[in-house]
């Protein structure tokens, strides 16, 4: 493996181990985006997708937030829809509407349009910028990588984008849950060679996205969901330690999935990720004591004023307690929101929790 420069914050990665942080670590999930106006300078000029693919953009997006703010992490610069890109999907992201897909799975026989990617070929240059900004990052902070959970990208290739209800992705769980169980099965082995691959190039922490977990209840999540993010943990921990590199702390974020929270605290990943929604004394009641739990500001808190910001800080570290906690928020952030109110955010979590 590559020599990287030496890492100088480990907070996020102690916190992430259970082990004593002299400070809360913190970073906000889609900090890298469109509330920086740098951000959107680069967008005007170029495709989502190709900024994607091209390592040189990638890196200086991700590292455009770590400049501003005092972040205790980087997170690579991506999205989760690469992965069914890779499998041989059309998707575009178009600007104020999202992503687009351009023939999404209709029936079950669409499965054999896959096609099953050499996923070190296919997703090469997610590699590349991953470990061009390992070297950029010159150690300052830990770098994320991820990806999406399976049900989640199997939604979005079923409803060819956004969307309301899941109901056509849904469908497919009532109507053939023998080929949503296959097609659930094919993105798992392709997000575990991507984590690995991931890693090799140099990501320190994976974060696994079930955005779309708050469409399912207990039942369908038990069934679908949770068995494929327990498989891509374990999977990819034992690919690690057959390779002999070491394992990287995982994160899973299943936003929504409150009624699952006990389960994901045993489900084998180190990090429990929080959406605004639930008390995190609550949460931490269901995961139990030896995960460290991450969040879960209400993004939209962003809004209120910087004394306010500050408030509901004071009162996410008197419920999160400093150890075993990753600050963030609940969900990304919004493109309206103003860069000052992240560096409210992050400058309180740290001050609030400096020893
Ligand atoms: O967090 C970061 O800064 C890293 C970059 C990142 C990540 C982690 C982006 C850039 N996307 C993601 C993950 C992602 N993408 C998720 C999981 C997290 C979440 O729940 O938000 C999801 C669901 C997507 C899919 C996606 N990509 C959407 C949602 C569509 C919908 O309505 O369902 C959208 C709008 C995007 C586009 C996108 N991804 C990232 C950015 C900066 C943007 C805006 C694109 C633009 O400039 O037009």
Redesign the pocket.
């Known amino acids: 493996m590559a020599q990287f420069p030496k890492l100088l914050n480990d907070r996020l990665l102690r916190a992430a181990r259970g082990e004593s942080v002299d400070a809360a670590p913190v970073w ?7 509330y920086l106006p740098e ?1 959107r300078e680069m ?1 005007a000029e170029a495709d ?1 997708f190709k900024i994607c693919q091209t390592p040189e953009l990638a890196c200086e997006i ?1 590292l455009q ?1 770590i400049r501003r703010f005092e972040l205790d992490a980087a ?7 690469v992965v069914p890109q890779a499998l041989g999907m059309k998707v575009e ?4 509407v ?2 687009v897909f351009d023939k999404p799975l209709v029936n079950p026989g669409d499965i054999d349009r896959l096609t099953i990617p050499d996923v070190n070929t296919v997703l090469k240059y997610v590699f590349d910028a991953i470990t061009l900004t390992r070297h950029k990052l010159e150690g300052k902070v830990p770098l994320i990588g ?1 990806t ?1 959970a399976p049900w ?1 990208l199997m939604s ?1 290739m079923i409803e060819g ?3 309301k209800t899941q109901s056509k992705a849904k469908k497919w769980l009532y109507q053939h849950p023998e080929a949503s169980h296959k097609l659930l099965k094919i993105i798992t082995d392709v997000n575990v060679e991507y984590l690995v691959g991931q890693v090799r190039a140099g990501a320190q922490l994976l ?1 696994v ?1 079930e ?2 977990a708050e469409y399912l209840g207990p039942v369908e999540f038990s069934k679908f969901a949770l068995p494929c993010l327990i498989e891509i943990n374990r999977r990819v921990k034992d690919k690690l330690v057959a390779e002999g590199l070491d394992i990287v702390p995982m994160t899973v ?1 299943a ?1 929504g999935a409150h009624y699952a929270l006990a389960e994901l605290g045993g489900s084998g990943y180190d990090v429990v990720g929080l959406d605004w929604t639930i008390d995190p004394t609550e949460a931490r009641k269901l995961v139990g004591p030896n995960v460290t739990l991450q969040g879960n500001l209400d993004p939209c808190g962003l809004y209120a004023p910087s004394t306010d910001i500050e408030a509901r800080v004071k009162m996410m570290v008197q419920q999160f307690g400093r150890d075993r906690w990753i600050a963030n928020l609940g ?2 952030i919004y ?1 309206d929101m103003d860069p000052e109110s992240v560096e409210t955010f992050v400058n309180s979590i740290h001050s609030h929790t400096k020893l």
């Open positions: 906000v999930m889609r900090q890298a985006g469109r951000f967008r989502f991700t937030p997170i690579i610069f991506s999205d989760i829809l992201m178009k600007p104020g999202g992503p991820f999406g989640t979005y984008g956004g969307s974060q996205f955005s779309n974020f936003k969900h990304g493109p």
